[in-house]
């Protein structure tokens, strides 16, 4: 059974840092990711990475965040710094598991509440 566990949101000030983190269990996973839904907008996509370690950022957070993976723990992390009330949002971990079908999974979600 696939499980993604996710921590690491809270409450911030503008300017500062928090540290996601995304424990996957149950599968290996060809790429994993976050994503984040603000009240009243459709989800969007933050970063993802692949196994090999391949990125990709949205346009808005690029050179605030950054994602990484430890392949050995199933895990994937997403270090915010310098953020704004705009990234204040439910965000959410994605796993894509590639077999003879793509499935995505999500984990339950986590709020980050940026305070200007």
């Known amino acids: 059974q696939v499980q993604l566990v996710e921590s690491g949101g809270g409450l911030v000030q503008a300017g500062g840092s928090l540290r996601l983190s995304c424990a996957a269990s149950?599968?290996?996973?060809?790429?994993m990711g976050w994503y984040r839904q603000a009240p009243g907008k459709q989800r969007e996509l933050v970063a993802t990475i692949t196994r090999g370690g391949s990125t990709n950022y949205a346009d808005s957070v690029k050179g605030r965040f950054t994602i990484s993976r430890d392949n050995a723990k199933n895990t994937v992390y997403l270090q915010m710094n310098s953020l704004k009330p705009e990234d204040t949002a439910v965000y959410y971990c994605?796993?894509?598991?590639?077999?003879?079908?793509?499935?995505?999974?999500w984990g339950q979600g986590t709020q980050v509440t940026v305070s200007s």
């Open positions: 149950g599968s290996i996973f060809s790429a």
């Open positions: 994605n796993a894509l598991r590639i077999g003879v079908a793509r499935e995505n999974y």
